[in-house]
């Protein structure tokens, strides 16, 4: 009896084994593949980056200069007196816009409302709400700017 179980456990041991090494296996060879297909790793100073990659760099800047000169538009425009036109500006801006930005309608409680639009780190955010017109821009470097036009209250 002592030895049936010893081989019983030495069979569940073996099994056990074996399963362990096909997944070892299995994982390797889906590592090479996958490595086989993966971009190289990027240095810290890409100073002999092919034509194309600058270029390609360069229109990234490019892409995030013509956000910033449309956002400093946006920003002198008059106030928008309600949803429906802010979704028009919206598209028409997001036409305007790079390929690669993002934007989003919000309505929220109490009849707010924003409009936000985003590319990278950069973001643009018109809020108008019952206290006034908030925008808040932040440009290719980081910089915040921010405009306020309050609404002043009718019981003062």
Not at 79 to 99: F, N, T, W
Not at 111 to 125: D, N, P, T, V
Request: proline share 4%.
């Amino acid at each position: 009896m002592v030895k049936l179980l010893l081989l019983l456990c030495i069979l569940t041991a073996a099994a056990a084994a074996w399963v362990i090494a096909v997944k070892i296996y299995k994982t390797q060879q889906f590592i090479r593949k996958r490595s086989k297909y993966a971009a190289p790793p990027e240095r810290a100073g890409v100073t002999d980056a092919p034509p194309r990659a600058r270029a390609e760099q360069q229109a990234d800047a490019e892409e995030q200069r013509l956000f910033d000169d449309i956002a400093e538009l946006f920003m002198q425009r008059p106030q928008l007196h309600g949803l429906a036109e802010a979704e028009q500006l919206q598209a028409s801006l997001l036409r305007k816009m790079p390929a690669n930005s993002t934007s989003q309608i919000r309505k929220m409680d109490l009849g707010e409302w924003s409009i936000y639009w985003a590319l990278g780190g950069q973001s643009l955010e018109y809020y108008a709400g019952k206290y006034g017109v908030f925008y808040a821009h932040v440009d290719r470097f980081g910089a915040e700017r921010r405009q306020e036009i309050r609404v002043q209250d009718s019981a003062s």
